[in-house]
């Protein structure tokens, strides 16, 4: 059974603070690594996708995939109230099906 | 920005009856995909399609299941005879190509009584 696991949290810190987010995953053949928000009653909006080891920046998002230990992050900087929401990462496999972690909830208090 | 369309936002239906939910995936994106999310749980696979075909099903997706692309847009869910246990958020989410993000729509609400 392939999984992807997260700590549900809540993760709670300071507005303008960096949030770190993380995630493992059981299939050493996943390709695909994706970050998803998703505030409560809403659908997963795409933050951010990363394929190769390394780190991947996008504005105040930071993405890192480190394929040996099966492990992906998600970095936000400075912080703010309007973060708040649950983080979902997913992986996809051999077939483009994504396999979601049960998220972790980000509280950004002001 | 393109977004994927679902219809209805809610539906609430009384057990056994069948239901649709209804797509309309972004306009030049090939691969479609159902998945749910029951209430405080994981969101789950529940089928991929391409090139008008299931590519993939999950172990939910069984017999009361099936998936449609009748016209060139709408790309639609139907469950035969639902049950207590389908209460759930569906979500419609299309790609461009392998590997690709995959973006959803806003999901129907399903409620089954």
């Known amino acids: 059974q392939k999984e992807v696991e997260q700590n549900s949290g809540p993760l709670s810190v300071p507005e303008g603070a960096i949030a770190s987010l993380n995630c493992t995953y059981s299939?050493?053949?996943?390709?695909?690594f994706f970050w998803y928000r998703q505030y409560s009653g809403k659908s997963p909006e795409l933050i951010m996708s990363?394929?190769?080891?390394g780190d991947k920046e996008d504005g105040r998002f930071t993405a890192q995939l480190n394929k040996a230990s099966q492990y992906v992050s998600l970095l936000i900087r400075d912080s703010q109230p309007s973060d708040s929401a649950t983080y979902l990462c997913?992986?996809?496999?051999?077939?483009?099906?994504?396999?979601f972690g049960t998220g972790t909830r980000l509280q950004v208090f002001p | 920005e393109p977004e994927v369309t679902q219809t209805p936002s809610h539906q609430v239906t009384q057990m056994g009856q069948e239901v649709i939910l209804r797509c309309v995936p972004i306009?030049?994106?090939?691969?479609f995909y159902w998945y749910r999310q029951i209430l405080g749980q994981k969101v789950e696979f529940l089928v991929s399609?391409?090139?008008?075909?299931?590519?993939?099903k999950s172990e939910i997706f069984d017999d009361q299941f099936s998936v449609e692309r009748p016209d060139g847009s709408n790309f639609t869910l139907k469950i035969r005879s639902t049950k207590l246990e389908d209460s759930a958020m569906y979500f419609c989410?299309?790609?461009?190509?392998?590997?690709?993000?995959?973006?959803f729509g806003d999901g129907t609400r399903l409620s089954i009584l």
């Open positions: 997913a992986v996809t496999s051999n077939t483009d099906k994504l396999i």
């Open positions: 299939d050493r053949g996943s390709q695909s």
């Open positions: 990363i394929y190769s080891n």
């Open positions: 306009s030049n994106h090939l691969y």
């Open positions: 399609f391409y090139n008008n075909e299931i590519s993939e």
């Open positions: 989410a299309s790609q461009t190509g392998h590997n690709q993000p995959q973006h």
